[in-house]
Nanobody
């Protein structure tokens, strides 16, 4: 399984950003995909997860209303839209995948990880 994240960059406070993760190497029916972020020196934070098959998405409660996660099972991509961005959102963002759909809830570990993409929010 290969995951390639893209879409990171510099965004101004209050702006929005769309991250994309291209997935390959498997048939992903029954799988979960997730987005995480990590600031150096801090624990990795679960942002959102999605069931590949149903498209049902689950979000970090503190970020509800600011995140939208979606999947395109024709292009094999998983996107994360973020709005009203703040300097505290500055981090490396990772996409992840796991063959167990329960991982979409954010409580179980993910097996496969992408390389990460840097997001910087300027104040």
């Amino acid at each position: 399984v290969q995951l390639q994240a893209s879409g990171g960059g510099l965004v101004q406070t209050g702006g929005s950003l769309r991250l994309s993760c291209a997935a390959s190497g498997e048939s992903f029916d029954g799988w979960a995909f997730g987005w995480f972020r990590q600031v150096p020196g801090k624990e990795r934070q679960f942002l959102a997860g999605i069931s590949w098959e149903s498209g049902a998405a689950y979000y970090q409660p503190s970020l509800l209303g600011r995140l939208t996660m979606s999947r395109n099972n024709v292009d094999n991509t998983v996107d994360l839209q973020m709005v009203r961005m703040e300097p505290e959102d500055t981090a490396i963002y990772y996409c992840a995948a796991d063959p167990k759909v329960i991982a979409a809830l954010g409580q179980a570990p993910y097996t496969y990880w992408g390389q990460g993409t840097q997001v910087t929010v300027s104040s």
